[in-house]
């Protein structure tokens, strides 16, 4: 079956550094990635849309130059949080769909996600 | 737009009784649903999805749900509750307004069970 990978499952890190959160699809291709977040408690808010070879779709409300998305090819897609700061603490999940079946096929499999702590 | 709502943020059953966790969607469109488990400080597994097939969908590990369009709901149940079911069950919506492919999800059910 499909599996995304997600790395690293836990980060910690100062203040004011950036951290980089990887996302694979392993047994497939994949066009588009999903990058959501998750607050405790709280269900999930889709960040943006990775789409490969192209720049990333974000949700209103959701900082570009904060959390940058780079998908640069068909089994990786990549999470930035550049300068990060206590309040982006959360855990980050990413989806994949896969390329053959195109985003409209209703399967999505989604990675083991990515607990960031920013002390 | 599509939405889906929980009932219940917090569902505490013992071990061996039924399970009844509540979905109810809105969308202007026949809508595919889905249900997905979630273990902690893990990512989300899909325990089924309706897609306009059979209103009454079998999932992993022992769980249906059945898709009732006049209720607008797709309750999720299981018979006969194990320790190992006791994680966070969140109810999905495939997003039709926003970007394609992508679930909304509801705020999710924590599904607690007792021995």
């Known amino acids: 079956g499909a599996v995304v990978s997600q790395h690293p499952s836990r980060v910690i890190c100062k203040s004011g550094t950036s951290v980089k959160i990887e996302c694979r699809s392993l047994?497939?291709?994949?066009?588009?990635m999903f990058w959501y977040r998750q607050f405790p408690k709280k269900s999930l808010m889709l960040m943006a849309t990775?789409?490969?070879?192209?720049?990333?779709?974000?949700e209103q409300g959701v900082e570009k130059d904060k959390f940058l998305i780079n998908h640069a090819s068909l089994t990786l897609s990549t999470l930035t949080v550049t300068s990060a700061h206590p309040e982006d603490s959360s855990f980050y999940i990413c989806s994949a769909s896969p390329r053959d079946r195109g985003p409209g096929a209703n399967v999505l499999t989604f990675g083991a996600g990515s607990r960031l702590t920013v002390l | 737009a599509q939405s889906v709502t929980q009932l219940g943020s917090h569902v505490s059953v013992s071990e061996g009784a039924l399970v009844l966790l509540r979905c109810n969607y809105s969308s202007s469109v026949p809508p595919y649903l889905f249900w997905y488990v979630q273990y902690p400080n893990q990512g989300l597994q899909l325990l089924l999805k309706?897609?306009?097939?059979?209103?009454l969908v079998k999932g992993i590990n022992g769980f249906e749900a059945e898709f009732k369009k006049s209720e607008t709901s797709f309750h999720l149940t299981k018979p006969s509750a194990h320790m190992s079911d006791a994680a966070e069950y969140f109810c999905?919506?495939?997003?039709?307004?926003?970007?394609?492919?992508?679930?909304?999800f509801g705020k999710g059910t924590k599904l607690s069970v007792k021995p």
């Open positions: 990775s789409n490969e070879g192209s720049k990333a779709t974000y």
């Open positions: 309706y897609t306009s097939a059979a209103t």
């Open positions: 999905a919506v495939r997003d039709y307004g926003g970007s394609q492919g992508n679930l909304i």
């Open positions: 047994d497939f291709q994949a066009t588009t």
